[in-house]
């Protein structure tokens, strides 16, 4: 009797690890904490509006293209404004796999809003045919940049058997003379 107890109570716990482990993404993160859900927020809202920005893009390309090939099909557009509206067309889909590109390193660099590092590096003529100059960029504007953020002085000082860092009294001689005692 008691090794068939044993072997449901196995069954049960099988059964709720299955469980949490089919749980999808969406109810992990409602589960969470808020300082936990503002952390992922954060760290994706850059992907979310460079992904918002690039469908956009995409949208108002078809937009173009359909409108270049209806008039070319109507006879309408001479072949000089059919050139100009490919190749701004063109021009414009060139922009957009920049942009794309530029999204993609930069989120590899550690960029936090794609879209601002983007416009900056555009203002300050840092991207090339060779890609983007994102050292230069974090020089110029350290705040797009995520980074790990430390505090002066070393958490160590003291020990394995490096001296004490020097100072007027010690913690012992401070608490030692609020008593009033002496040594």
């Known amino acids: 009797m008691p090794a068939a107890d044993n072997q449901s109570e196995m069954l049960v716990r099988r059964e709720m690890r299955w469980e ?4 999808d993404f969406n109810t992990w993160i409602d589960e969470q904490e808020d300082d936990v859900r503002e952390m992922l927020e954060t760290h994706t809202a850059g992907l979310k509006t460079a992904l918002t920005s690039e469908r956009d893009a995409q949208k ?27 190749e701004k067309i063109t021009a414009d889909l ?3 796999a920049g942009r794309a590109d530029f999204y993609a ?13 983007f416009l900056a590096a555009k203002e300050s003529d840092l991207i090339g045919a060779d890609g983007v100059d994102f050292e230069k960029l974090k020089t110029g504007y350290p705040e797009l940049f995520a980074g790990v953020q430390r505090s ?5 000082n003291g020990m394995a058997g490096d001296p004490p860092p020097s100072v007027a009294k010690t913690m012992d001689e401070i608490i030692r003379s609020q008593a009033g005692v002496t040594l």
Do not use: C, W, Y
């Open 60 to 86: 108002q390309l078809s937009a173009d293209l359909a409108a270049a090939v209806a008039s070319s099909a109507a006879g309408s557009a001479s072949e000089g404004e059919l050139r100009q509206k490919m």
């Open 94 to 96: 060139a922009s957009a």
């Open 20 to 23: 949490i482990f089919i749980m």
């Open 152 to 156: 002066p002085g070393n958490a160590g």
């Open 105 to 117: 390193a930069g989120h590899k660099a550690g960029v936090t809003n794609l879209s601002l590092a």
